[in-house]
């Protein structure tokens, strides 16, 4: 994932080059990170401060998956705000040699917000059109994705406590539109959330490579928010 998404979205917006060039502003790779995300592991159960490899009902058999994460505080009986996140497209690597592999495993945004503490932390795949493997870039079987995220979210509250007043949905690149694109799809999945985190694009700016990225298109799935709020970056330039 690109290299500045360990900090928090205020520094991120701290970080963009209001009204001067980029020159001016060090390489992220001189800071000392604060964080280090936790590894993915797999044949692990869920526990606090673990991130485990898991799978939704019905694709057992399949490489289809997510990952959990439990804050360091977690304690089961008690309530806990969720942020579920969606990666970008990959492989994908800039210029300057910012990486994305579109792995749930390498996602880092909502570690780097919640910073392992008071929030159970879940990433989540599209799913591919065979239903047999995690999708790397743009979405694969849209419905299958979104009804993923909705068994997903579900166990979530009956398992792990996640607080159903307090779920927010996270992403960068693929993943910021996929904030609207599937967080929105439809009545069902749009009242799961609290709040959004879209960095680096937005569904319906500009035209993609496929169905539904035009702007009339995502002003539908928009009205679907209502009037709870959305923090929406971008590195370098709107």
Request: charged share 25%.
């Amino acid at each position: 994932m690109l290299r500045h998404f360990v900090i928090s979205p205020a520094l991120m917006l701290l970080s963009l080059p209001l009204g001067g060039a980029a020159r001016d502003f060090p390489d992220i790779l001189t800071v000392a990170p604060d964080l280090s995300t936790p590894v993915m592991e797999a044949d692990r159960s869920p526990s606090a401060g673990r991130r485990v490899r898991m799978v939704a009902v019905g694709y057992e058999g399949t490489t289809v998956h997510h990952s959990l994460y439990l804050p360091t505080d977690w304690r089961q009986g008690r309530k806990y705000p969720v942020i579920v996140e969606y990666a970008g497209n990959g492989p994908y690597r800039n210029k300057i040699g910012d990486t994305c592999s579109g792995r749930v495993e390498d996602c880092n945004l909502g570690y780097g917000i919640s910073g392992g503490k008071k929030f159970i932390w879940v990433c989540l795949p599209f799913i591919s059109k065979d239903h047999k493997r995690n999708q790397l870039q743009w979405w694969g079987d849209i419905d299958a994705t979104v009804e993923y995220c909705k068994a997903v979210v579900a166990q979530v509250y009956r398992d792990f406590g996640g607080d159903p007043r307090a779920v927010f949905l996270a992403g960068f690149s693929r993943g910021a539109i996929a904030c609207n694109f599937i967080g929105l799809h439809d009545d069902e999945i749009a009242s799961i959330w609290r709040g959004f985190i879209c960095h680096s694009h937005y569904d319906g700016v500009r035209k993609w490579g496929y169905s539904g990225s035009d702007r009339v298109s995502a002003a539908v799935r928009l009205k679907r928010l209502g009037d709870r709020p959305q923090f929406i970056s971008h590195e370098r330039s709107v």
